[in-house]
């Protein structure tokens, strides 16, 4: 078979971020241990890059969303390290879990009875203590098919831990209130933002996600966290514009006088949207603005600055997440989870 070429894109991992990130945020869980949630690909990271990392840095809990997202976990870890979010749909689900040896996390009367009627064993349970997502609630707690269940890790989640909101109190004292009403385990409320919040609601066990991948969602975060994810780019064209030469879609760029330039082959079909347009990539420190409107897959960038560049040089686009936030006006979990698979 003919080797495929190196791709034009590549996506750096810094692996020592991530680990100390890890690292950070299981010293800030107090007398609890820090857990990961994994899930969507490792935030858009990659679960066989970044999970060898976690487990090696000392993680041993890891949380994914779907069941389709358990086997690339599992090439990694043990199954009792493992905990599906969003529990069983039906009895293939509970054949499954029960196979791999992978813990289902209960949230509904009627997940806990296909759990126990499919022969059960060790579960999570989470309660919903006011985000209205997914966990059974607190008058729910005493129904006897609850009771029987088989509870390791006893879980709620904060809907408002990324401010400073009444709510968190409401659902710490709400959480505190149900853990006398069910056999458990352990512990765990606080996710990323969580952790932030103090030790009153790190319990046995956190479970950070945007934070281990350089997402900063409190200020108390500010500083600690390391950038992980760094999206570069090969040149694959340069070119000299004249003075009134446009650029790109609908012409929004027009050359004020004779310029170089640079295409990069990245774009929204990389998750790098039209909102980066205004924004910049860079050469070491110095700067290359965006010109015009950022396309599927191709970006325009003002080489004036940079004449040693030439077509197959690699550029940087800066993913800092606070301030990539504040430039295209989208989340830090969407800028991690957005990233294409045409990276390298």
Known sequence: MTELPPPTLRLRIDGDALARNWQVLDALSGDARAGAAVKANCYGLGVDRCLPILRDAGCRDFFVAHWSEVPAVLRHVPADQVSVLHGPLGADHVAYARATGVRPVIDSLRQARLWTDGGGGACDLMVDTGINRLGVAPAELSDPVIQALEVNILMSHLACADEDSAMNARQLASFRACLPMVDHKQVSLANSAGIALGKDYAFDLTRPGLALYGGTPRAELEGRIGQVAFPQAALIQTRDLRAGDTVGYNATFTAPRAMRTGVVSLG????????WGGGHFLHG?????????????????????????????????????PDAAQQTLLSQYELLTVLGRRFG
Do not use: F, N, Q
């Not at 929204?268 to 909102?275: E, V």
């Not at 420190?285 to 015009?292: A, N, V």
């Open 268 to 275: 929204y079909a990389d998750g790098i949207l039209r909102s």
């Open 285 to 321: 420190e110095r700067r290359l603005p965006i010109l015009g409107k950022v396309s599927m897959d191709m970006i325009v960038l003002d080489l004036t600055g940079t004449p040693e560049l030439a077509e197959g040089d690699w550029v940087e686009l800066p993913y800092r997440l």
